[in-house]
């Protein structure tokens, strides 16, 4: 599966983003799909997860600001960020996967080294 990511740019403390990811390749096969993301100096680490079902699952540090679910499009997933704050500034990636949809076990859906398919990142820059 081929992901791309759109929406980042550079926004004030207190704003919000709507990131895109838009899949291509096998629609055929139902699989998960997961945001992440990664700041300078640290590591990648998961913000939330969308099963097949489009059930969604979060980060316990992440509950409240961000909302993932599903776009016009089947193949197009949403990430929106409110209330952005300066420490989510970080290139955030889209992933997809098969096993893990699978799992049931909250923080290993959302460990990175779980997931396959990558896009290439979308970059969101929060300033105070």
């Known amino acids: 599966v081929k992901l791309v990511e759109s929406g980042g740019g550079s926004v004030q403390a207190g704003g919000r983003l709507r990131l895109t990811c838009t899949a291509s390749?096998?629609?055929?096969?139902?699989?998960?799909v997961a945001w992440f993301r990664q700041a300078v100096g640290k590591e990648r680490e998961g913000v939330a997860f969308?099963?097949?079902?489009?059930?969604?699952d979060y980060k316990d540090s992440m509950k409240g600001r961000f909302t993932i679910s599903k776009g016009n499009d089947t193949n197009i997933v949403v990430l929106e960020i409110s209330n952005l704050k300066p420490e989510d500034t970080a290139v955030y990636y889209c992933?997809?996967?098969?096993?893990?949809?699978?799992?049931?076990?909250?923080?290993?859906?959302?460990?990175?080294?779980?997931?396959?398919?990558w896009g290439q990142g979308t970059q969101v820059t929060v300033s105070s």
């Open positions: 992933a997809a996967g098969l096993v893990v949809c699978y799992y049931r076990d909250h923080d290993l859906r959302l460990a990175a080294k779980e997931w396959h398919d």
């Open positions: 390749g096998d629609q055929r096969v139902p699989y998960c």
């Open positions: 969308m099963g097949s079902d489009g059930t969604p």
